[in-house]
């Protein structure tokens, strides 16, 4: 199983940046994703995720109204699109695949409950 995430890099207070992760190695369809994010010295924060179809998203406080979670089963491909980014989004975010199960959406936010992981994009916010 692999998970590539891609599109980080440097923007500016307000910009938008869409991240992207693409799966393999599993069945896509089965799983729930989830994005995560770690500032340096922090810990890892859970972001958001959204359902094995697509048709349920949840967020972290923070990021309500700013981020949205998609995905397309045909590409194997969510994505996070951040939007009015702000200095305190800048972290190295991270996506996930859960499979389907009891824990989800309950525990949603507990990376301890995600099977696999990407190796991370750097995102980075001037201001």
């Known amino acids: 199983v692999q998970l590539q995430a891609f599109g980080g890099g440097l923007v500016q207070t307000g910009g938008s940046l869409r991240l992207s992760c693409a799966a393999s190695?599993?069945?896509?369809?089965?799983?729930?994703m989830g994005w995560f994010r770690q500032a340096p010295g922090k810990g890892r924060e859970s972001v958001g995720t959204?359902?094995?179809?697509?048709?349920?998203?949840y967020y972290v406080d923070s990021v309500k109204g700013r981020f949205t979670i998609s995905r397309d089963n045909a590409k194997n491909t969510v994505y996070l699109q951040m939007n009015s980014l702000k200095p305190e989004d800048t972290a190295v975010y991270y996506c996930a695949a859960k499979r389907q199960g009891d824990s989800w959406p309950a525990l949603w936010g507990a990376p301890s409950t995600y099977d696999y992981w990407g190796q991370g994009t750097q995102v980075t916010v001037s201001s």
């Open positions: 190695g599993l069945t896509f369809s089965s799983y729930h």
């Open positions: 959204i359902s094995w179809s697509g048709g349920r998203t």
